[in-house]
């Protein structure tokens, strides 16, 4: 679903390459090749997206040691929440005084569907049409997510009954 202008992405280069490692080891039988596409895709629709953390910020970091590029991250881009789904590695306490919030992403979908609900029904519609083999409708859109979107899901699907 693309942002419609309802959230801005930030990364690193250090997040993306572990998005890929992540996805090269939970996905069996995954081509890198289509990681590295949707990369650079990701890249196309936000080409601004990516920041650069200084290394000092990272060191003072206090987070688990191997994810503290990612606030470092969030600070460099003035971003104002972590959206992960490793909520475990980047506690409240410790990105509040960073003035960063930390939420999952059905949390993050939620909210948008709740504060631009217009805005998320276009990315949905937006995203189907780009499904040509096989086409795809909003409703098994949604119905391929639910497990891992459930409080967005039942949002969207209120509102579109």
């Not at 470092?72 to 410790?94: E, Y």
């Not at 909003?138 to 391929?144: A, P, T």
Request: charge should be positive.
């Amino acid at each position: 679903m693309s942002s419609a202008h309802v959230f801005r992405p930030i990364r690193s280069l250090e997040i993306l390459a572990e998005v890929r490692r992540a996805i090269l080891r939970s996905v069996p039988g995954v081509e890198p090749a289509r990681i590295d596409r949707m990369r650079d895709d990701m890249q196309a629709a936000f080409p601004d997206a990516t920041v650069s953390p200084c290394p000092r910020p990272v060191s003072r970091m206090k987070n688990d040691p191997g994810d503290r590029h990612v606030p470092a991250a969030a600070v460099a881009g003035n971003a104002q929440a972590i959206v992960t789904w490793n909520m475990r590695h980047f506690p409240v306490r410790l990105c509040r005084p960073l003035r960063i919030a930390v939420c999952s992403p059905d949390e993050l979908l939620a909210r948008a569907q709740a504060d631009s609900p217009e805005a998320v029904e276009s990315a949905l519609s937006c995203q189907v049409a780009r499904y040509t083999a096989p086409p795809m409708t909003v409703d098994e859109l949604l119905g391929r997510h639910a497990v891992r979107l459930p409080g967005f899901i039942a949002a969207v699907r209120v509102r579109r009954t």
